[in-house]
Structures are given as C-alpha cells and as structure tokens.
C-alpha cells in the first residue's frame, strides 16, 4: 500500500519518509515545500495544487500586513472619532 516505515531503526530512505521529514513536520513550516517530491510521490495534479497554494498563501502575507495595520489603527483611533 505504501512505501514503507518512516520511523524505526530499519526504516531506510523513501519518498515517504523524506515527506514525512521534509514537509508533514510542524518544526519545518518555515521552509519551502518540497515540490518536486510531492508531486513525484501523489503525481501532477496534485504537485500543482500544492504549488498553487504555496504561490496563493506568498500572495496573501502582504494583504494580511496591510489588514493587521490598518486594525491596529482602528483600534489606536476608536476613541479619537466623535460624531458630530
């Protein structure tokens, strides 16, 4: 069904284990994501959503800056606004 072990003493290095070390890890989420292993492993279509949604959440980080920005200053200026 599958490549292998990825843990244990015996386990040699598949594609599994390299995912399973190099990109399914919470201590490695800082990093770029393995493309070309994951689409060797799951294939096309799935290396490309992958992709996409690495370029997508890249995309998004500047967006969010400028969200968290112009919150922060609704939240500085709340008090300030009076109406008239």
Aim: aromatic fraction near 16%; include cysteine; charge should be negative.
């Amino acid at each position: 069904m599958h490549d292998g072990d990825i843990e244990g003493v015996q386990a040699e290095t598949n594609d599994r284990k390299l995912l399973y070390e190099e990109w399914a890890s919470y201590s490695v989420f800082y990093k770029y994501q393995p493309i070309s292993l994951i689409r060797k492993y799951f294939g096309e279509k799935v290396g490309l959503y992958f992709a996409w949604l690495g370029v997508y959440t890249q995309m998004l980080i500047p967006a969010a800056i400028v969200g968290v920005i112009v919150f922060l200053y609704g939240c500085a200026s709340v008090d300030d606004d009076i109406p008239r």
